[in-house]
Every structure is written in C-alpha cells, then in structure tokens.
C-alpha cells in the first residue's frame, strides 16, 4: 500500500511570472535584512531529462530562513517551481537564471529576492542585463513595527495510513487510516491524539488486484490514486476511488516559453475520463489538478452523476481542496499587482506563466478547452472548483457544490461559461476576478448565512472583470431560534470595480441586513494613471425580496417587495418578465442568453420532480430553497 502523513497546509498566493529558462548549478541565495527579520532565500537545483522537460531544467526553490543560517533547509521550502531549458533551436543558446539579493525600495518595501531569466545568446554562460527578458520577485514580508507578545501556535490535523495484519480488524489484513490532531505539535499522529479510525479491509483472495505507478486497487474494488497520471486514464463506475494525496493530470505544470511550446504542452496533454456514477472520495488536503493542455471528461447523466466528496472516515473539519483546472487562457493582475511588477497575460511580449501552490496556468488562448464538467457533485471541499485561466470551449453544466466553503466556486481569469449551477454554503459563494470574461445562467446559491463569517454569495473583483448573469436565485434565510443581525457584512452582488451586467434575478430571504446588500459596488475604480473611471452595475428584472429597500451604486433604490419561493427554487407568480436587450459578456465564445421570460433559475410553475436540479443533486441538499413559514 502506499503510505502518507500529512497536515493539512492550504496557501493561496497568487504569483505571476512571465517566460522561463535554467541554470547548471546549485546555488543558495540568501538577501540579508539587516535588522533581525526573516529574509526570503532561495535555492536552485538542476535535474536531468523528463517528459515535462524534454532539455532538462532547474527547480527555484524558496522560503523563509527561519533559523538565520542564510541557507534554504529543506524544512524551510515554502514554494518550489520548476522551470525548463528552452527547446534546442539553429543558434545553439541556452536559457539561464540568476537570483540576486533586491533591496528595499519600489520593487519590495521590505526586500526580497530578484530572479532574472533569459537566453545566453552570446554563449557566454552567464545572464547579461541585455540578455534578460523577463524578472520576477519573491518580496519579503512586512515588517509590522515593534513585536508584541507571541500568540499561540496553531495545530494542524494529521492523517496517517499504516498497514493492518490479518486479525480482528481485518481477517486478510488491510490498511487503517486514522485521523487527529497534533496536540503535541511533534508532526506524528501519536495513539492519544486518534480520534477518528477506518480499516479499509482485504478480502478472501489477497489485496492487490490492479496496480500502476499512480494508483492500485483491491479486490474490494476500493483504488487508492496518487501522484501523476502521465497517460490517458479513465476512473471507472465499478469501483471507488480514493485520492490519497494530490493527484495531478499531465505535465503541463511548467514554464511555457512561446506560442509554440505552448502548442507542445497542448499536443501532451492527457485526458482524465470519469464514468457516469462513479464516487470519488479524497483525504484531508489533497486535491486534483488538471495541467495546462490536459483535460477533465467527467460526464456524468441525471441518472448517474459522477460525486467527489470528502472521505467518509474523516473529521468534518478537515476538508480536501476540490478540483482545480489549470488553463492556457489570458488572466489579469489588479493594478495593485501591476505596479509591483506583474505583467499581463495581454503583454504579448512574454508568454504567461501564473503561479501558484499548485503549478502555472495563463496564456492567450481563449478557446482553451480544459474539458467537460457535466452532472457532478462535489462536497467537503474547501474550494469547491477552481476554474484558473480556463477558455470558452470548457464545459461546466450541472454542477453542484456543497459545504462549509471559503468559495465553492473561484474563478481566476479565463472565458468559460456556465450554466444550470448549484450550490449550498456557509461561507462565500462564487468567486470571479483577475479579467474574468464571462456568463453565466440558471444558477442557485442558498446562502446557509455564518453569523461569524463575512459572507458574499457573488464577488467580483479586478477592473478588467467582466461577468453577466441571468436568472440566477440567490436565497438566504434565518433559521436560527434567536433571530439577530449579524455582526458581519453580507451581500448578495458584491462588485467591486468590475463590470456586471444582471438579467431575470430574484434575491430573497431575511439574512440580507443592508441597504447595500444587492448590489455593492466601489462605483468605479482609478486606473493606472490615477484617473476616474465609472463602472456601475447594469440590471433589468432585479427582484428584491429581502427586508429592505437596497441601491446600486448611482443611488437608485430597488424596493422591496414581498414575494415567495417554493419547493422547485422557482418565484410564485402569474407575471413574466421581459430583457429588451440581452447583452452577453464578447469573449469569443459567441454565448447566447436562453431566452427567458421569467426571474429566478427555475421557471415558475415548475413541479419540483421537473426541475433542472432534481434527481441528481446530493439527497436533503435542495430542501430549504422554499421561503420558511
């Protein structure tokens, strides 16, 4: 069996960084602070020929020098991120990579790390300023003036999977997975810290029946995946598949150099096939990661969805990270970003490589198809999906997500479209930003409100973010014993200097305090010359059905009316509604609004077994869209 021990980690730094290249040497560097602070370091590592590296390359690795030796230890690695030699080409040069000390100044207020990349064009065997095309920075952290007491350490849940000799638990052995948390602080799962036990047993017959390099399976028909998947793959109805750490689909998690490395990565790519009715279940932290150029076919059916869910052995605290889709399509940094020396997926100049915990994704290809979403249900996750720079020709349809969420749904640049959503949270809902440009329709979020928790059912982000949506139903109600307002902030379209267009939208429910809870927006946004821009929210059949009269962002006040929602999720009335001009967001895609005459995701008059939702969605999950007695 394959054995892991994990905390559960979760960073969410977005890095953007352009080009690529590689060194031959090992090498440490180590910028000195001067005053006491910790101080970022770095080290690069060459390694040998591989399928994602067909030159070989270099791994820049860095961190923060915890214990002050100037050196980058192997426990102090935060961030890792490969980087390939360019393909051999007519003049014969080499792609090389400094890393130099950045002082304090416009570049990093506190200091940090400058890596500077290019191509050795005069052979020399070492980066020339003139030779330098692209230069990124890792900036140290701020210095937040005179240190106060120390706060207590955090403790982390630990998962441990052992070998279990045949016995009591397991007549033909097994494996027990257990589950706590480090009370200790030691990093091992001691026997007192166990508060949750599984045996997975074998049966009569042996263990192993099937095995690869990334996964293996019992003759349970229970398969444990892992690792990369380097090939085409298909998880199959027949049997259960377990996520024992991060599962990675192809090796497109590298620099992309030019449009035609990119192409390579595209014509490398593998394809994930998930049949219809097939669970899933994922441990603690671990997620799955579709590379750039590869694909996720999980196509389910109403009759036989396909579901992810958490491990059904596992605390309910200890969430897995949910499905990522990395993609080659344009993304946008926030200004803010762009004046710390991030560059654009627009900036034809560079090919776009945006990093993150979990590899690179950008580009400029907004036709990019990272593959099907269709009839699938993902629970237990702390980010449900995450869609990053993923084109129009990616499908995601009938789709719902559940759980206590930072978002179910995050979207980061990218054109995909989506359609027939569902989801059920206590935390935020969707997510869009960093030049998102899309639509969206026939979407519910039945905000489950925290009364200790911001919660945003729809939030936008970045200038260069586009979204329209149309009959969406955004519901939230109060069942608390003791009813009372929440200290927190809550809103239904929460805008910020992006553009949104709504069409055919109902907000309903008492958990929506403010005058400004339907549509929250900063009015506009100050460009990168520091002049004014208006950017104010558009919408035509807004119903408000919360307590309180709201406004849009130019003062106009969208009263509130009494209306209610029955068991289908659809608004009871006789009345329609008419769009005079549907205006969907120009991505390329060539995307038209179904043409709908009513507000709200389900039609009203709709029986509740005739529902888009129905029949597939997680037993129990839609009960509470119905407005509460």
Same mark, same amino acid.
Request: aromatic residues 10%; hydrophobic residues 30%; glycine residues 12%.
């Given at each position: ?12 730094? !977005? ?17 000195? *602070? ?8 770095? /080290?690069?590592?060459?390694?040998? %020929? ?9 791994? &820049? ?5 915890? $214990? ?50 290019? /191509? ?101 028909? %229970? ?23 991060? &599962? ?21 790519? &593998? ?16 997620? %799955? &990661? ?6 996720? /076919? ?24 949910? @499905? ?75 789709? =719902? /997500? ?38 969206? =329709?026939?979407? @519910?979020?039945?905000? =489950? ?5 911001? $919660? ?33 902030? *809550? ?37 990168? $010359? ?11 059949? !807004?119903?408000?059905?919360? !307590? ?48 709908? $005459? ?7 008059? *709709? ?23």
């Amino acid at each position: 069996m394959k054995h892991m021990l994990a905390s559960v980690v979760v960073s969410s730094m !977005l890095l953007t960084a352009c080009g690529g290249g590689g060194s031959s040497d090992e090498t440490d560097s180590t910028p000195s *602070t001067g005053d006491g602070k910790l101080s970022t370091v770095s /080290m690069t590592t060459p390694f040998a %020929l591989s399928q994602g590296c067909p030159n070989g390359g270099i791994e &820049v690795s860095t961190g923060i020098d915890d $214990n002050g030796d100037g050196k980058l230890d192997a426990t102090e690695i935060d961030n890792t991120q490969s980087v390939c030699h360019g393909s051999n080409g007519n003049s014969g040069s080499s792609s090389l990579i400094t890393t130099n000390e950045e002082l304090a100044g416009a570049n990093c207020t506190n200091g940090g790390l400058r890596i500077d990349i290019g /191509m050795d064009s005069n052979s020399s065997g070492a980066l020339d300023t003139s030779e330098i095309t692209t230069t990124q920075y890792v900036c140290d952290g701020k210095d937040s003036g005179t240190s106060g007491s120390d706060g207590a350490n955090g403790l982390a849940s630990l998962i441990d999977m052992t070998d279990e000799p045949a016995g009591d638990n397991c007549d033909h052995g097994g494996l027990l997975i257990t589950t706590g948390i480090d009370t200790d602080s030691s990093g091992v799962l001691d026997q007192s810290e166990v508060t949750n036990s599984r045996y997975i047993c074998n049966s009569d017959g042996g263990a192993i029946v099937e095995t690869s390099d990334f996964y293996q399976c019992d003759d349970n028909d %229970l398969c444990m995946i892992y690792g990369q998947i380097d090939r085409d793959f298909t998880l199959t109805a027949d049997k259960t598949w377990l996520m024992t750490e991060a &599962v990675y689909a192809g090796s497109g998690n590298r620099f992309i150099l030019s449009e035609e490395d990119a192409a390579s990565v595209q014509a490398d790519g &593998v394809t994930l096939t998930i049949e219809p009715g097939t669970e899933i279940q994922a441990l603690p932290d671990t997620t %799955l &990661v579709i590379t750039r150029g590869s694909k996720l /076919m999980a196509e389910g059916t109403a009759e036989a969805p396909i579901n992810f869910s958490a491990y059904s052995g596992q605390l309910g605290f200890q969430k897995w990270q949910g @499905i990522r889709l990395q993609g080659l399509a344009e993304f946008y940094p926030y200004i803010a970003d762009i004046e710390e020396g991030s560059i654009s997926c627009a900036d034809e100049s560079f090919y776009c490589n945006v990093s993150s915990s979990y590899g690179y994704f950008g580009g400029n290809l907004n036709d990019d198809n990272s593959g099907v979403i269709k009839y699938v249900t993902i629970s237990g996750a702390d980010r449900s999906l995450t869609l990053a720079s993923t084109g129009y020709n990616t499908t995601v349809e009938n789709l =719902q /997500m559940t759980g206590d969420s930072r978002y179910h749904l995050f979207v980061a640049g990218g054109t995909t479209n989506l359609s027939h959503i569902s989801s059920k949270s206590y935390g935020n809902g969707f997510y869009f930003g960093y030049g998102y440009k899309g639509n969206i =329709q026939h979407i @519910i979020l039945n905000q =489950q409100f925290d009364y200790e928790s911001t $919660n945003l059912a729809i939030r936008l982000a970045g200038v260069e973010t586009q979204l329209t949506a149309s009959n969406v139903l955004i519901a939230g109600y109060d069942h608390s014993e003791d009813f009372g307002h929440s200290e927190y902030y *809550t809103s239904a379209f929460n805008t910020g200097n992006s553009k949104l267009t709504v069409y055919n939208t109902v907000i309903h429910g008492d958990r929506f305090e403010s005058y400004s809870s339907c549509l929250d927006n900063y009015n506009g946004y100050y460009d990168e $010359n520091d002049i004014w821009t208006d950017n104010f929210p558009e919408y035509q059949n !807004l119903i408000n059905g919360t !307590l309180y009269d709201c406004s849009d962002s130019d003062e106009n006040t969208i009263e509130s009316a009494y209306i209610t929602i029955d068991s289908s999720g659809a608004l009871v009335t006789e009345e329609t509604v008419s769009v005079t001009n549907w205006q969907p967001v120009d991505n390329g895609s060539g995307f038209v609004f179904d043409n709908t $005459n009513y507000a709200g995701a389900v039609a009203p008059g *709709t029986a509740i077994e005739d529902a888009w939702w129905y029949g597939w969605t997680i037993e129990g999950s839609m009960d509470e869209l119905e407005t509460p007695d």
